[in-house]
């Protein structure tokens, strides 16, 4: 949902002659809101999706702006534009990814439970690791890069050999009834099933495993590696589409560009959900304001003891999802009422509000849009 040119939103509206998005806006640019058309050259600045995650995707991380510029002057057959791409999941069910690197000292109980990684890394690389203090954070991500980087390089049959001398390890402690999770047992063999033979099954002893509850949300600046591994969710991002790969995946792979940009700062997984804060102005708005100009969203819980509700009108364009909830809505800027119900898309020009007659008891709605 959104105008990126790979992906332009269809108007199921068949009175409006422009058939995208994309056409829509540039014809009616005003609709961006000033400070958003200004801001963003007439585009949209933001990306909406609904991802239904059952296998996981790709180990990847996007570039900054600088970085985008160079991929796409260079590459551009595989980094379509040059934009960053900031993004945020809020999850619709429990919700499992990886993001971020984990704090040290459980990587290293890793190489130290785990000879096939240890094997990998090499045993130079991986006592640098061991022996870095917490003191120098700077000497930590050095020795974090140098074992990371000399990972997703390895060789492929060696790691091939690795890998499956783990697996088959794992799956026999697993029949015995030992606890395999000083190895991270069960997510190797989920993700192994899933991409036998692939070096990204090893990114599980490197980067937190974060875990949402519905209504959660989990931010990725610049350079900052992540898998999303399982559940439903909403996605927003900054209208881009580069993303830089290196493993979990049959697309084109960027290994030598990934462990470059990388993020090595070492956190703990729960400092990777993002609040969201209740609005001031309508309890029944929570707002998750990511630190990138790009993009906000907006969660909208209308309880059951609501008939009718004011989509109220802000200063930037928005898209106007709804995940549960049955209601008609009605716009001086519509020419006739809206039925609305889950799945439903609205497309909200600057400045237009939205009346909401609810035929069901309660909704459940995101709003994407842009707070300058």
Same mark, same amino acid.
């Given at each position: 949902?959104g105008?990126?040119?790979r992906g332009?939103?269809l108007i199921?509206?068949?009175?409006? %002659?422009?058939?995208? *998005?994309?056409q829509?806006i540039a014809?009616?640019p !005003?609709?961006l809101?000033?400070?958003?058309k200004?801001a963003?050259?007439?585009?949209l600045?933001? *990306?909406f999706?609904?991802?239904?995650?059952?296998?996981a995707?790709?180990?990847?991380?996007h570039?900054?702006?600088?970085?985008?510029?160079?991929?796409? !002057?260079q590459?551009p057959?595989?980094?379509?534009?040059?934009?960053?791409? %900031?993004?945020?999941?809020i999850a619709?069910?429990?919700f499992?990814?990886?993001c971020?690197?984990?704090?040290?000292e459980?990587?290293?109980?890793? *190489?130290?439970?785990?000879?096939e990684?240890?094997?990998l890394?090499?045993e130079v690389?991986?006592?640098q690791?061991?022996?870095?203090?917490?003191?120098?954070p700077?000497?930590?991500s050095?020795?974090l /890069?140098?074992?990371?980087?000399?990972l997703m390089?390895s060789?492929?049959?060696?790691f091939?050999?690795?890998?499956?001398?783990?697996?088959?390890?794992?799956?026999?402690?697993?029949?015995e009834g030992?606890?395999t999770?000083?190895s991270?047992?069960?997510?190797?063999l989920?993700?192994h099933?899933?991409?036998?033979?692939?070096?990204?099954?090893?990114?599980?002893?490197?980067?937190?495993l974060v875990? #949402?509850?519905?209504?959660?949300?989990?931010?990725?600046? !610049?350079n900052?590696p992540?898998?999303?591994?399982?559940g439903?969710c909403v996605?927003i991002?900054a209208?881009?589409?580069?993303?830089?790969r $290196?493993g979990?995946t049959?697309?084109?792979?960027?290994?030598l560009?990934?462990c470059?940009?990388?993020?090595?700062? %070492?956190?703990?997984?729960?400092?990777?959900?993002f609040?969201a804060?209740?609005?001031?102005l309508?309890p029944?708005?929570y #707002?998750?304001?990511?630190?990138?100009?790009?993009?906000?969203?907006m969660?909208i819980?209308?309880?059951?003891s &609501?008939?009718?509700?004011?989509?109220? $009108?802000?200063d930037? $364009?928005? &898209?106007?999802?709804?995940?549960?909830g049955?209601?008609?809505?009605?716009?001086t800027? !519509?020419?006739?009422?809206m039925?609305?119900?889950r799945?439903?898309?609205l497309? &909200?020009? $600057?400045?237009?509000?939205?009346?909401?007659h609810?035929?069901?008891?309660?909704?459940? *709605?995101? /709003?994407?849009?842009?707070l300058?």
């Amino acid at each position: 949902m959104g105008a990126h040119p790979r992906g332009d939103a269809l108007i199921r509206d068949n009175r409006i %002659p422009q058939k995208t *998005l994309g056409q829509w806006i540039a014809d009616n640019p !005003a609709c961006l809101g000033a400070k958003v058309k200004d801001a963003f050259q007439g585009q949209l600045p933001f *990306l909406f999706k609904v991802l239904s995650v059952n296998t996981a995707l790709s180990v990847q991380a996007h570039p900054n702006k600088e970085l985008a510029a160079k991929l796409h !002057a260079q590459f551009p057959e595989h980094y379509p534009d040059a934009n960053h791409k %900031p993004e945020m999941a809020i999850a619709l069910t429990p919700f499992e990814g990886m993001c971020g690197f984990r704090p040290v000292e459980e990587i290293v109980s890793f *190489l130290q439970n785990v000879p096939e990684l240890r094997a990998l890394i090499g045993e130079v690389a991986a006592e640098q690791l061991e022996r870095s203090g917490s003191d120098d954070p700077r000497g930590v991500s050095a020795a974090l /890069r140098v074992c990371f980087t000399r990972l997703m390089k390895s060789e492929k049959k060696f790691f091939v050999d690795q890998l499956n001398m783990l697996v088959k390890r794992i799956s026999q402690e697993a029949a015995e009834g030992k606890d395999t999770s000083g190895s991270n047992g069960d997510l190797l063999l989920q993700l192994h099933s899933q991409y036998p033979g692939d070096i990204g099954c090893f990114t599980i002893y490197f980067l937190n495993l974060v875990r #949402l509850e519905p209504g959660e949300a989990m931010f990725l600046g !610049a350079n900052e590696p992540h898998a999303y591994l399982h559940g439903d969710c909403v996605e927003i991002m900054a209208c881009s589409d580069n993303t830089v790969r $290196a493993g979990l995946t049959p697309k084109f792979i960027d290994v030598l560009t990934l462990c470059e940009m990388l993020n090595y700062t %070492p956190a703990p997984s729960s400092s990777k959900i993002f609040p969201a804060a209740q609005s001031q102005l309508d309890p029944h708005v929570y #707002l998750y304001d990511p630190p990138v100009p790009d993009f906000t969203i907006m969660r909208i819980e209308i309880p059951a003891s &609501i008939k009718l509700y004011l989509i109220s $009108a802000m200063d930037s $364009a928005s &898209i106007l999802l709804v995940i549960q909830g049955t209601a008609v809505g009605t716009s001086t800027a !519509a020419a006739s009422e809206m039925s609305l119900q889950r799945g439903s898309v609205l497309f &909200i020009s $600057a400045n237009e509000s939205i009346s909401l007659h609810l035929s069901s008891p309660g909704m459940l *709605l995101f /709003r994407a849009c842009c707070l300058l």
